[in-house]
């Protein structure tokens, strides 16, 4: 874990600009993630809308900085975060195209627009689960989601799947999806060169796959801190990918308590269907104890578990 920090930390210290425009918060950078995503919200559900490059714009600006602020990063364990990872399991597809298991071929093209609906045709939300794996809390996780028969999307960080890619396994075998959340986990990966870019998205893409073992597929991506731009969306749809934002921001990683998490989700869920939570970044004791309270309810009030569209 010490490496962990001073090499996270030697990433913040290159962006030194990052840190500037935060005007703060080392921390932040790792954590706020992915407030950015939201900036979709507004537009999320429309297919073409969201801004587009989902990112920053709002998101980031906003969001993120705004948000995290302050204490929220620098207080929170995480902080010293900067990656984000998702995985996913292609394997299952969606109904349309079933991404196969086992094809030599590169990944059919997808949109390059974020996503933000769900595959189910019903009243339906898609579960998110950022920054992991990490060990304890993803595996809390999954046996939450399993007591509720809830599916999700794990957006996985790839130096975290690089080195815990058992746990990359187990959330596969439970059936989820994959997410690549980039290697580093770098909010301001947008300011970056396009070269960095495609790195952390494909490189991530890589390591994820590596860990989940043959045939698994990541069918999404999403920019730690929703730090999207036309560029990393289209590497990643090129490859693949969906570029995939959310509708809630639960903000759990600020460890605001259990009720308020559970709160913002009952208050915030008319927005649309993706829920951002986070396994990884620190102490999640909250979002799993939210995740207790929120999953019989959703299922209590006629909610399906879904998936994010892919095309
Ligand atoms: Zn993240």
């Known amino acids: 874990m010490a490496r962990l920090t001073a090499r996270r930390r030697h990433l913040t210290m290159t962006v030194v600009s990052v ?9 932040c950078v790792a954590m706020a993630t992915e ?24 998101g980031r600006g906003s969001g993120t900085i705004g948000t995290g602020g302050g204490s929220g990063t620098g207080g929170s364990p995480g902080a010293a975060w900067s990656v984000g990872v998702d995985g996913k399991p292609g394997v299952s597809g969606t109904p349309s195209s079933p991404l196969p298991s086992s094809s ?6 997808v949109s390059a627009e974020l996503t933000h609906g769900s595959e189910s045709p019903g009243k339906a939300v898609n579960l998110t689960i950022d920054d992991g794996p990490e060990p304890g809390w993803t595996v809390k996780v999954l046996d939450v989601l399993r007591k509720n028969g809830a599916t999700a999307t794990f957006c996985i960080i790839g130096s975290r799947a690089k080195e815990y890619p058992a746990l990359v396994k187990k959330v596969v075998a439970a059936g989820h ?17 396009e070269s960095y870019q495609r790195q952390q998205v494909l490189d991530a893409r890589k390591m994820i796959e590596d860990a989940a073992g043959a045939g698994v597929k990541v069918p999404y991506y999403r920019a730690p801190g929703g730090a999207f731009t036309p560029y990393s969306r289209e590497v990643a749809a090129s490859h693949g990918m969906r570029p995939l934002g959310w509708n809630v921001d639960t903000r759990d990683w600020q460890n605001p308590g259990t009720d308020k998490i559970v709160a913002t989700v009952k208050r915030e869920l008319h927005e649309g269907p993706t829920i951002l939570f986070h396994d990884g970044g620190g102490n999640r004791g909250q979002t799993v104890a939210a995740l207790e309270e929120l999953l019989p309810w959703l299922k209590e009030q006629g909610y399906a578990f879904g998936y994010p569209t892919i095309r």
């Open 35 to 58: 407030d950015s995503g939201k900036p979709e919200r507004t537009q999320g559900m429309s297919p073409s809308g969201s801004g587009t490059d989902g990112s920053s714009g709002t």
């Open 177 to 193: 999806r994959l997410c690549d959340h980039s290697v580093d986990h770098n909010v301001a990966m947008d300011k970056r060169s």
């Open 104 to 109: 030599p071929s590169p990944p059919e093209r």
């Open 19 to 27: 840190l500037l425009l935060a005007a703060t918060i080392p921390g």
